[in-house]
């Protein structure tokens, strides 16, 4: 059990590394624009999945797509613009105020549920959700100082669509969804061709954009949905954080690009919140393990 629990976080910790890269991939961009980039992204990234779950479902594959129904379609939709958000949350911001808005999505899914669903919550994660609001207040301030509230608003289009999908994935959740990630590729390559002027890159570019849709979203989303079947989900948010940290130090020791004091309070007030937010989480799931396991062995 160890060894799948150690290997799970491995899973999520590496996944994190690679999905940190967005911000100094994006900022070496030479000359395209962000539907170029979004267009070859989105269809690396499918190109990506379909493989991995061709390799996986072989002749099933068809069926592997039937199955997400109607709902895995409304969460390609949902991904496929989040995605659009996050490339434009990172070009039209810093990229520590971009993935610190984005790392707080475990407490705004929270939040939802407990608005929407009427799921359970500790007084704990309330007051986790407020001060996390407080952090995020900052940094749309620094926003509105700096000129760059676009990037921050995009930066919560992306948490409004993490939401949405998790939500949309709860309700199928005897289902693999990995087919409906499979066309959020598909959904962001599309729309962005609809807005692309020409589809001619340099060769520079191209493989940025490329190795953003197969290696840092392809193979760090697929790290995570593997790593889901092993350590629980509000570990998996916990060590998922490896990429708001890393992000912004990427940027800091390649490009230069140093946050202000602002973002950096109001990134520190957002990382302490979801930190201790996911440890309380871990704390009451493994109560609830322990008591059903309890339970079992009395019966």
């Known amino acids: 059990m160890e060894r799948r629990y150690g290997y799970g976080v491995l899973l999520v910790v590496i996944g994190g590394v690679f999905l940190s890269s967005s911000g100094i991939l994006l900022r070496n961009i030479e000359e395209a624009s962000g539907w170029q980039i979004l267009f070859y992204r989105g269809i690396a990234f499918s190109l990506t999945l379909f493989l991995l779950l061709f390799l996986r479902y072989r ?72 001060v996390s609001l407080s952090g995020i207040g900052l940094m749309f301030a620094d926003g509105l100082i700096e000129g760059r509230w676009a990037g921050n608003v995009a930066a919560l289009g992306v948490v409004a669509s993490f939401v949405i999908f998790l939500l949309i994935v709860r309700g199928k959740r005897g289902v693999d969804m990995l087919p409906a990630t499979c066309l959020g590729g598909i959904v962001m390559g599309g729309v962005a061709g609809l807005f692309v002027e020409s589809f001619v890159i340099s060769n520079h570019d191209l493989v940025i954009a490329i190795t953003m849709g197969c290696l840092q979203f ?35 020791i390649g490009v230069g690009e140093k946050p202000s004091w602002l973002t950096l309070i109001g990134s520190a007030v957002v990382l302490v919140s979801v930190v201790a937010y996911c440890i309380d989480g871990i704390r009451n799931e493994r109560r609830l393990l322990s008591r059903i396991s309890h339970h079992h062995s009395s019966q």
């Open 59 to 130: 002749r099933g594959i068809g069926s592997a797509f039937r199955a997400i129904g109607r709902p895995g379609l409304w969460a390609a939709l949902v991904l496929g613009l989040g995605s659009i958000c996050y490339i434009y949350a990172i070009l039209l911001t810093t990229v520590a105020n971009a993935l610190f808005i984005i790392g707080a999505a475990p407490l705004a899914t929270a939040f939802v549920a407990w608005l929407v669903l009427g799921e359970r919550t500790t007084s704990f994660g309330v007051i986790a959700m407020l």
């Open 218 to 252: 392809g193979i760090g989303f697929w790290c995570f949905t593997v790593a889901s079947r092993y350590i629980m989900a509000s570990e998996v948010a916990l060590f998922s954080l490896t990429e708001s940290i890393l992000g912004p130090i990427w940027v800091w």
